[in-house]
């Protein structure tokens, strides 16, 4: 049930007190105690003004005291401790999103255990069963408030295979089907010379959630022609799909163009994202050899959080930033070498190499980019 929560002119509810925000007429926030902080929805109450606006604040935000920005990083959504938390916590996100009127969303966490992942014998396929395990259990959120889903895979290759292991839709629930990126027809097609083979459409007019999984750098041309399709109700989400990786091959030979970054995929806001990363470094003096991780996290509509593993504990993360603008890969790498708890000679050593390295291209070139969004 959800909390009530009475607000004066000089108060503010949990989530305006985050940011800073001061409320300008007496109003009534509904918030609900799991959502505090990404639903928060302002309703006027009866004693405003007919002409007040519900969710208007004056954007006056207060500076806070040493002690009031440590706690208010407390406040911030932690890293998913599972699969389970990561996918809720992913939906929310979405789904704040989408209020907000995002459309094209990316949600990005590891598919499988770091260990697993690292391990010489874990494959392609396995990787690619996770995520859609992972989009099986996104798409039954999404389902069960309201919302018809297609999940798409790659290619008619993967869907019959899928098809093959699980049985034709609708196997997982009347709102949620199997689809593919771009339009395929199923079976040989030898085969269509005396059989009328099935075509597979990647949505239908009753969808509302497009989640596709396993896209690889050449198949982002299907995707954008997806996306930019008479499909203005629908909202695509990339899961999983390692969008940073797929950047790195844009321009070069075989692979699209440069300008599907500045033009398509500079578009796609990161809801949620969890991607951590390990650093080795060689020294001049005792260790000699230094390995360290970092992490970067973002919830929507939380800010970014650069995170500092400590201890052999996996999720074992200290906080050490919060910013408004997603950092660059160099900014991260200086932000997590800083705060490593070293002698100053070692870290100044590390600084120094860190200081010659240079953003790639896509961080680099924002004036070519028709729009920001995947920064912020």
């Given at each position: 049930m959800l909390d009530l929560f009475f607000i004066y002119k000089s108060l503010s509810c949990l989530h305006c007190c985050q940011y800073g925000w001061k409320k300008t007429a007496n109003s009534i926030c509904v918030v609900s105690p799991k959502q505090r902080f990404s639903h928060c929805r302002i309703t006027s109450s009866t004693t405003s003004s007919s002409n007040t606006s519900p969710d208007h604040h004056e954007d006056h935000p207060t500076i806070p005291t040493a002690k009031e920005k440590t706690k208010k990083l407390e406040q911030f959504m932690a890293p998913p401790e599972d699969f389970d938390?990561?996918?809720e916590a992913a939906?929310?996100?979405?789904?704040?999103?989408?209020?907000?009127?995002?459309?094209?969303?990316?949600?990005?966490f590891p598919a499988?255990?770091?260990?697993r992942l690292s391990s010489a014998d874990c494959g392609a396929y396995e990787v690619f069963d996770a995520n859609r395990y992972h989009a099986v259990q996104l798409a039954r959120m999404f389902a069960t408030s309201g919302d018809q889903v297609a999940i798409c895979l790659p290619d008619i290759v993967e869907y019959e295979r899928v098809v093959e292991r699980n049985g034709d839709e609708p196997w997982i629930s009347n709102n949620i089907r199997w689809s593919v990126i771009q339009s395929s027809y199923e079976g040989n097609p030898i085969a269509s010379i005396w059989i009328k083979r099935k075509k597979i459409e990647p949505l239908q007019p009753q969808d509302t959630v497009c989640i596709m999984i396993g896209v690889s750098c050449q198949e982002l041309k299907s995707v954008e022609r997806l996306c930019r399709g008479d499909h203005h109700s629908?909202?695509?989400?990339?899961?999983?799909?390692?969008?940073?990786?797929?950047?790195?091959?844009?321009?070069?030979?075989g692979f699209p163009s440069k300008s599907l970054q500045y033009n398509f995929l500079c578009q796609f806001l990161s809801a949620y994202y969890w991607r951590s990363r390990s650093f080795v470094r060689f020294l001049s003096q005792p260790p000699f050899l230094l390995k360290y991780e970092g992490a970067m996290f973002r919830a929507y509509p939380e800010p970014w959080?650069?995170?500092?593993q400590t201890g052999d504990e996996l999720q074992s993360y200290r906080r050490i930033a919060c910013l408004h603008k997603r950092p660059?890969?160099?900014?991260?790498?200086?932000?997590v070498t800083q705060a490593l708890v070293v002698e100053d000679a070692i870290k100044e050593q590390i600084s120094k190499d860190w200081s010659r390295?240079?953003?790639?291209?896509?961080?680099?070139?924002e004036k070519h980019s028709i729009s920001q969004t995947w920064k912020y």
């Open positions: 938390s990561a996918i939906y929310h996100s979405a789904q704040c999103a989408r209020e907000k009127g995002h459309r094209m969303i990316e949600i990005e499988l255990s770091g260990m629908v909202t695509f989400v990339l899961l999983n799909v390692e969008l940073d990786k797929l950047r790195s091959d844009l321009g070069l030979l959080q650069v995170l500092l660059t890969g160099v900014q991260f790498r200086q932000m390295a240079k953003d790639v291209w896509w961080e680099q070139d």
